[in-house]
């Protein structure tokens, strides 16, 4: 859930805060740190805490975002872009395939525009 609320929260007027998130530092990723350094690669005030987040509303903007590998941070991170002016990327895209293979069909089938390139 808390890739998607910091989504929410990049999006929302006033501040965001995100706690009792510590188990997140040991999945995939450490998520919190991929969260942020994401959020803060388009331009949202974000602060990392011990066991969460601080989010401020925000102008954002297009950025070259990391998956880390992890594949609730490319889903929630390629929501995050859908706001933004300009094309944004990430890396990782296959690391979806952990949990939901049909994620960019379904985005696109919705009204998203991801395309999507593997490395071979």
Partial sequence: ???????????????????GAQRLRYKESDRIESIVYNLKKLGAEV???AD????????LHAANMKGFNDHRI??????AATGVDGVSTIDDAQSINKSYPDFFNDFNSIG???NVFIDR
Avoid: F, Q
């Avoid at 969460?52 to 102008?59: C, D, N, V, Y």
């Avoid at 490319?74 to 929501?79: G, L, N």
């Fill in 1 to 19: 859930m808390v890739p998607s609320l910091a989504v929410a929260g990049i999006y929302a007027s006033g501040k965001t805060v995100i706690t």
């Fill in 112 to 114: 998203g525009n991801a």
């Fill in 74 to 79: 490319v889903m929630a991170m390629t929501v």
């Fill in 52 to 59: 969460g987040m601080e989010i401020l509303g925000s102008t």
């Fill in 47 to 49: 602060e990392e805490t």
